[in-house]
């Protein structure tokens, strides 16, 4: 076993068609940090789950994966952090692979953003959370984990954006969204519609973990109650997985919450799902 | 932020629609005690939510509420707390306020239905729980948390109890139940029905949070196993919040038993949508 | 209170129908041991439950079980552990009572298949579970958590076992699995199947308690998220209840990962509705 | 393994000369609860201890104890919760064995020295504790953890009990202990002090076990940092033990604090060290 | 009780003494981040340990504290919250009050330190800590709790800083510290040396918690072994307290990771005899 | 940070003077298995610690070790186990390099001694622990962590052992000890006899992390009180460190029972002084 890469994702970086890497930052958590150890974390836990993925028949053996390890980060330095991953993610894209990309906190997501809007004109967003992420500040700060889509949309603008799962929020970002993203609340009823409308798009997928219901993954800055199930969260990714993805995330587990382990079995098994269905 | 209150809830007493007050006493409690650190860890964990209701569109600011702090109870004495529960819930009402509780254990209901019943003459309650609570001795004793609806019975009489969710008890409480109150077993599928009963009439509306299924909140005292989601919950609060209701609690979160904070997180939510539904 | 058996489970052993006992093993464990603490976790926990089962309408006290403890196991020797329960289920047996153990690890449910399938031969099993436990091999080792259905296989056969809730596993032992067993994927959909095909059959239970979401047991070795509710479990209990039971253990419990509890509260109602199932 | 007796305190009643028994209340406590729990935990973690002293040399062989379970309290009635200690002390006392009681908060100590004092009346108290114990009254209350000592001073009197390790109290207390007990700050110092002073006289020992520095003992009710190391604990009984003991008790473990077991693990040797030196 | 302040921290403003308030940063914590939650978690808890020092025989009703709660800090901004820290502690000092700050991560100690090196030209500090944190750079920064105390020689210079309890750093910080401040290793042997040197001079006192010993403060972000007791550091304080102290801080608690909550119970304790020691 | 070897123990195996290597092996563990977690636990957290130890001025940079990784175990055969650590420690030995293991329980240590016993005829072994572990027999089994120094007794005979710290062991075990092995009991008081004595002797130094009081590592199988501190266990390897150790191994942590993450902290810092000392 080698404990230094998540599982299965052991190929060499030349024979990768997916390269997989952490972004153990949560330098702008205002509730509860800890999600920049769900990197090494996940590593360590996939040894408990199988390669195989029963929901999709396939096997993390039947694609190529290299798990490249962390990312290095200055701490206290939200814009220095983003510059790396985005650099990180052009080097990767200009190698012709799929960055994938271990959260951190869910602000790591704009970094990935900003290198393929660059290589991507049209790029679109499928975004699964529970927060909808769409403040234009968040205690004074513009680049935070509650700032995050707001970025992305000053980057790629009305229509782009299509969030699920959400159930939290202030009122004034929930009304704002209405004009400028689109938002299924509480579930990913008509993910379908996000399919359709993103076909023959370059699409980035983001999953912030706690768009599952706090049972599943307690484990997590900011657990809320009222989301969807790991089922229901496979099927989502099942239905997007036709679409032309070009970049994904998963983030915000924050291991240490859930001394039960079960947060980070969670996570590592969406990965795993998330994983052969871009692959 | 103030974490001396609950979040949203600093309006001044005079000026507050509502008032929410702390009842930290568990000393009945016959399997785990700790429902005493409930109210003072949902304040601190309320920087974690949202003053904003999704699910019915109100907002905490749109309502007054004043938290006014725990009560002081003397220890190991039921009755006196009891007593202390009455006369506050009664100086509420007398000031034409609403009253809203967070219990402690669920024996605390029983102070604040005494007031009420003596203000309103045909009061209802709306039970919420995993346990019929309906016993009329429990190890020796009267007053207990295992007894608190019975005793209500015996302020209220028949037909006036409805309860919900409920899924443990001995086969004699279950029995007596039949005769003497309104029980829906497992799940709150007919809450329609309590709706319609009460309607016109003064309602008190008691929620003990193991009514919920042991993953959504495992802290609690007594966890119970195929209990309702999260999301059940919030549409039975919507259907009960047209009714007049005349006070409120929630109780039995057990904040220590869960180290991954997500069912204080998950009660904090559960209080903010009671508060938009009373307010 | 007797703390030293299982609540409601204190008939003499001469006096009993049923004879309930723990196997505390979990010597091949490969992801995270801990099940052997079940069995006394279990008989600690259960003064939190109810001995009346609403879900049956049947109370423990209404059927006569003798709690006679956990066999005493050499460390590191999984034949001599399947030997040692082996003997006492067949012990059990030929006294003309009905045996249900407490696991322990899954491999001991192959001891108790051994000594059941000697007395009744066309015994079928019936096996709840996340993961479909059919490896011929795991870590080198023939006797193990991973392989213990297919060393029942061995033993009964194509055709006799029947698989529910199954969703992890290694892609050759899933394709294996569809030519010598019944597998539902995911849940226990289809449970009229197995009860139908084994009516007038003699029926072995097997419940691996990881067949549960994470969300509702996190506490054992390798929880799995996507898993059925309790509410599910209890459901193909109850349609299991009329067959020809004639032996059944739940196992996997691993109370110690799980602090809030919950876990050991959950298995403790399983068993009480296992119990009078079989009852 | 007999989970249900403490390690190697099996022997019959009638052959008992030292008679041990649980009292797991806990209803005065006013920080945080769960002493009642103690007893139990300390039986299922004995397994982990062996029955042989190093320090003493000696062996719980070597005794002849009876560990007789459990009493069983009425919930928030902490006077009949002492009728019932007394009681039960006196029956022991009266068949001519040595009472030993597992808590439970500290105010069980008051029930055995009732029943004590009434038989010896020469009666001192060696009283090891981080607390005083030495208020009139505590929260409204004259029957409390805070007041034990005051009140076992009331049927005493003066120059009868003996602290040691005190650490913590209000300035009234341990102004007023200066007058009317001998009270030695921090540590146990001076042990041979009371030694000297109680040889010859009946002597019951109480140990509250956060005595010990909290780094040893973390899982009590108010743990105290600046306590003694468990060696000299063990050098203190040992100093104790050639004294005429009639009586003693270990109180206030609260295991469920500490998730890592090693409170209850030194629990469990300061309770074999107690035996051997008063068996 | 008033759960928003320390206890016996409830005086005015305008009354007091001494200033307590809570600076919840942890934004360069590069190893385990939480100690933002130190203050509120201390407060909350402080209802556990008596007003009252029997080591130093004042009670914190004798000295008069305003606790003004935490002062609010942008995410992601080390400069940003050093300013405001600056500025708070200048305007206590203004006011002719002694600032106390809880942290929060060590770095905080660099805001304080500045405002009153321009208050009080000959400024000493006396430093207790597990960590030398004189390093010029880490991972990159300038600004870290790893710095903290090469930061404040630049405002200082050499034969100013006076630093116990040092048992971690790397090769070349421990090499620099012996030319320019005073580092005793392991221990508080030699406080005499600092008390003698500082005698006369203001002096800032800034206790790292970690100083500690990991067995006694495990809540902390790097505990280290081979630390001093509980003991050991009141007596440290006590020997500081006659000096002429204008400022002081408690650092470094990270709650969260000792669930046993003895961690904090120590911080407690610690900061009331601080507080008893500079009133 | 390469999170897969201990921190500054990334040099290549030809050019190396010390091999580390993991044994995650706890399959005899009777009481609280986990220490097969301890390996890759303790090379997550040595990022927490300086490779720089004050305590004998020296860094892990001036040595050249290997960390080569975990060895793979069938599950459930402690022979076999065995088998593959005297190969692994031969294969060094021969490689002229250091074997230097991290346990694993305690049984792991019998495979280095056979293979280091074979190349060195009059090899010594000095044992730091709580327990004697010379039982001939456990549970009925002769391969045990609780038989391991008379298995190694078996191979060397009547005084090559230097036991130091005992504490706990059966009667029958300390006195069988007194004639065959040198046993310091309660600490490491007369180290400098073993030193004198195993003078110009190879040496195998063997550290069973429970040696340390149970306040300083709870996270262990067997916690015991009444142990060494942190600075007495350095202080005992330094003296031994001018000796000819051949071998050494440190085991018995058990990571997840300490959730503060302190036990494991503390094993890094001991297995860095370990390898200074050795290197």
């Not at 390269?19 to 509860?32: E, I, M, N, Q």
Request: aromatic fraction near 8%; hydrophobic fraction near 40%.
């Amino acid at each position: 076993m080698n404990h230094n890469v998540f599982i299965g994702c052991d190929k060499e970086y030349k024979d990768a068609g997916i390269v997989l890497f952490g972004a153990p930052f949560d330098g702008t958590a205002s509730f509860r940090p800890g999600a920049r150890f769900a990197p090494q974390a996940m590593r360590l836990c996939s040894d408990g789950i199988e390669t195989y993925s029963p929901y999709q028949n396939k096997d993390l053996s039947d694609i190529s994966v290299c798990d490249i390890g962390d990312l290095e980060f200055p701490f206290g330095e939200p814009q220095a952090v983003l510059d790396i991953i985005e650099q990180k993610t052009a080097a990767i894209v200009s190698d012709e692979k799929l960055p994938v990309m271990i959260g951190g906190e869910h602000l790591v997501s704009l970094g990935a953003v900003r290198a393929l809007a660059q290589k991507y004109s049209g790029l679109h967003v499928i975004h699964l959370d529970a927060h909808a992420d769409l403040r234009n500040e968040y205690l004074g700060q513009k680049l935070s984990h509650a700032t995050v889509m707001r970025r992305i949309w000053d980057i790629l603008g009305d229509g782009r954006i299509f969030q699920y799962g959400i159930r939290s929020g202030d009122r004034e970002e929930i009304l704002w969204g209405r004009h400028h993203v689109h938002t299924r609340m509480f579930n990913c009823g008509d993910i379908e519609h996000a399919v359709k409308k993103t076909q023959d798009m370059p699409v980035y997928l983001s999953i912030d973990l706690d768009v599952l219901d706090s049972s599943v993954l307690p484990g997590t800055g900011t657990p809320e109650a009222g989301g969807i199930g790991f089922a229901e969260l496979v099927e989502a990714i099942k239905k997007i997985s036709p679409l032309h993805i070009v970049g994904a995330d998963l983030n915000e587990l924050s291991p240490h919450y859930d001394p039960s382990g079960a947060s980070t079995m969670a996570a590592c098994k969406a990965l795993r799902e998330l994983l052969v269905a871009v692959g």
